[in-house]
């Protein structure tokens, strides 16, 4: 059974600093990779995805995917409070994601 | 641009009653999706389609179902509702490119 495991925090981290998101796999053969944040109350929206391993960057968000360590990981860079939200992996073969629970993150002003 | 719809947004059912819940997309993606979310919980899968016609069970199927007759609709059928339905139910549509996938704003479902 393929699984995605998120710490599901919450990660609390001030206002200006790094947060640091993190994401293991089962499935050795996944090959797209997905980050989305979802707002207390509302839907999920992507933000981000990454299909090869390394770094990956759009804005102050990082994605980076380690495949040989089964690993993927998303950096946001001077956080807002605005940021504060639960973030979902997703590993997505062939168009049927498996969804992590997420990881809350606050960013505390 | 509408994106997803979802209809209703909040719905209390007594047990053993049904209900379907309606999803439309207006961006004539073939790939949609139900999810359902419970508290502190990442979304599960419950039926998929990759096209008019073409639907298949996801992770979690048991006590629903789905049906995709046209390319813009999506709907998902609770047959005698239990308890553990309680959730709340998401739609999804997404396209060729990975940058177009489009959550609905959600159907919070109590069943009681």
């Known amino acids: 059974q393929k699984e995605v495991e998120q710490n599901s925090g919450p990660l609390s981290v001030p206002e200006g600093a790094i947060a640091s998101l993190n994401c293991t796999y089962s499935?050795?053969?996944?090959?797209?990779f997905f980050w989305y944040r979802q707002y207390s109350g509302k839907s999920p929206e992507l933000i981000m995805f990454?299909?090869?391993?390394g770094d990956k960057e759009d804005g102050r968000f990082t994605a980076q995917l380690n495949k040989a360590s089964q690993y993927v990981s998303l950096l946001i860079r001077d956080s807002q409070p605005s940021d504060s939200a639960t973030y979902l992996c997703?590993?997505?073969?062939?168009?049927?994601?498996?969804f992590g629970r997420g990881t809350s993150l606050i960013v505390h002003p | 641009n509408a994106g997803v719809t979802q209809t209703p947004k909040f719905r209390i059912l007594k047990i053993g009653q049904s209900m379907t819940l309606q999803c439309t997309q207006d961006?004539?993606?073939?790939?949609m999706y139900w999810y359902r979310q419970d508290p502190g919980m990442g979304l599960k899968l419950i039926y998929y389609?990759?096209?008019?016609?073409?639907?298949d069970k996801g992770e979690v199927p048991n006590g629903y179902n789905v049906s995709r007759s046209t390319t813009e609709d999506f709907p998902l059928r609770l047959e005698l509702a239990a308890p553990s339905q309680t959730s709340v139910y998401f739609c999804?549509?997404?396209?060729?490119?990975?940058?177009?996938?489009?959550f609905g704003p959600g159907t919070r479902l109590t069943v009681t």
């Open positions: 997703a590993v997505n073969p062939s168009y049927i994601p498996t």
């Open positions: 999804a549509a997404r396209g060729a490119s990975p940058y177009e996938q489009y």
């Open positions: 389609s990759v096209g008019a016609g073409i639907t």
């Open positions: 990454i299909y090869s391993n």
């Open positions: 499935d050795r053969g996944s090959q797209s």
């Open positions: 961006m004539n993606h073939n790939y």
